[in-house]
């Protein structure tokens, strides 16, 4: 009963903040009107509705999405190298795909005008994302198979997020204006730049990486006890782990991908859930974190918005509450 109204509770909270996330702003719009304009009423103002539904809603969805992708991405990292500390961006994933990304908006310098166009586009720019934080992985993963200190896998992974960064530099020091100011657009992070079609595309995303993170639930749940319990239980190692790879590839890279580099929502949701739920459970941690991701999220974008005249990048609002959590895990964990 208790873990019944803890999911009800859960919920409710992330409707009332989506709610609340919906009428903050530098227009500010009464909750109940907020409620009439969803449940399909016509709105007291026209502009109030048009403000709900073509530029807070899709903006508030994308929130949920990132913070979903990000939420379960963490949670599969931190099973597949049974690191509390493991997360995209803190293992140099995020960094993978950014670099990703980079090749694609600096790269049309050195390939024919007509080829640009396509380039760029989004379907190129998600594959780009996704391929950079893959490999990215792969590489870590590599490396944690051979060392088995967990800070030492921590700080392989922040340099080769350096080295990924360090060619960015590069690739932006011989870059043109228009695609400077793309990339910079890109890497302060926003939930609001993406098009109907991106969002549906984003959707479909991170529908694939839930789907998958269910199939994983009985695999990873045997990954706490160890490789050789895994194994026998007749799980299948090697193939499990290029799941998870695959799966957290499409959720940090398409994360990225759509709404830039955002830092430590995949570290402290999982714990948060954890705490909260009392339970290693991935059947029950992922549900938590699809709750904690969104509602955070949600969370953070409005607190980009405390200044009416401008909107902050929310990847510094998850950095600076993500922060003191960083350091709260170095510390609960011994990892100094």
């Given amino acids: 009963m208790t873990r019944k109204i803890s999911w009800g509770l859960g919920i ?8 609340l996330n919906l009428s903050w702003g530098s227009v500010a719009i009464p909750f109940k009107e907020v409620i ?44 597949l190298f049974r690191n509390p500390m493991a997360e995209s961006y803190v293992l140099g994933i995020s960094a993978g795909a950014g670099l990703g990304v980079a090749l694609v908006l600096f790269g049309g310098t050195l390939l024919p005008a007509f080829i640009t166009p396509y380039l760029t586009s989004n379907y190129t720019l998600l594959l780009t994302s996704v391929l950079g934080s893959v490999f990215l992985l792969l590489v870590v993963l590599a490396v944690s198979s051979r060392v088995k ?3 030492t896998v921590l700080i392989v992974g922040l340099m080769f997020g350096s080295f990924a960064n360090a060619i960015i530099t590069i690739l932006t020091y011989f870059s043109e204006a228009d695609q400077l100011k793309k990339y910079v657009v890109w890497m302060s992070g926003s939930l609001g730049n993406l098009s109907q079609e991106m969002i549906f595309l984003f959707l ?18 045997a990954l706490l006890l160890g490789d050789a319990y895994a194994a026998s239980l007749g799980i299948n190692i090697k193939q499990t782990r290029n799941l998870i790879i695959i799966t957290t590839g499409l959720l940090a890279g398409g994360a990225t991908a759509f709404v830039g580099p955002i830092a430590f929502i995949g570290l402290a949701v999982p714990h948060i859930a954890r705490l909260l739920w009392q339970t290693n459970t991935h059947r029950t941690l992922i549900g938590a974190c699809m709750l904690l991701g969104s509602t955070l999220l949600l969370l953070c974008d409005m607190l980009t918005q405390v200044n009416p005249h401008a909107i902050l990048p929310i990847n510094a609002i998850t950095a600076m509450l993500g922060a003191p959590i960083v350091i709260a895990l170095v510390f609960k964990y011994r990892m100094l």
């Fill in 12 to 19: 409710l909270v992330v409707i009332l903040v989506l709610i």
């Fill in 204 to 221: 479909f995303v991170v529908s694939i990486g839930l789907g998958l993170s269910l199939v994983l639930i009985r695999r990873l749940d």
């Fill in 149 to 151: 200190n967990a800070v």
């Fill in 36 to 79: 009439r304009i969803l449940t399909g009423q016509e709105g007291t103002k026209a502009s109030w509705e048009y403000i709900v539904l073509h530029y807070r809603l899709p903006k508030a969805l994308v929130a949920i999405l990132v913070g979903i992708s990000l939420s379960l991405s963490g949670l599969l990292m931190q099973t």
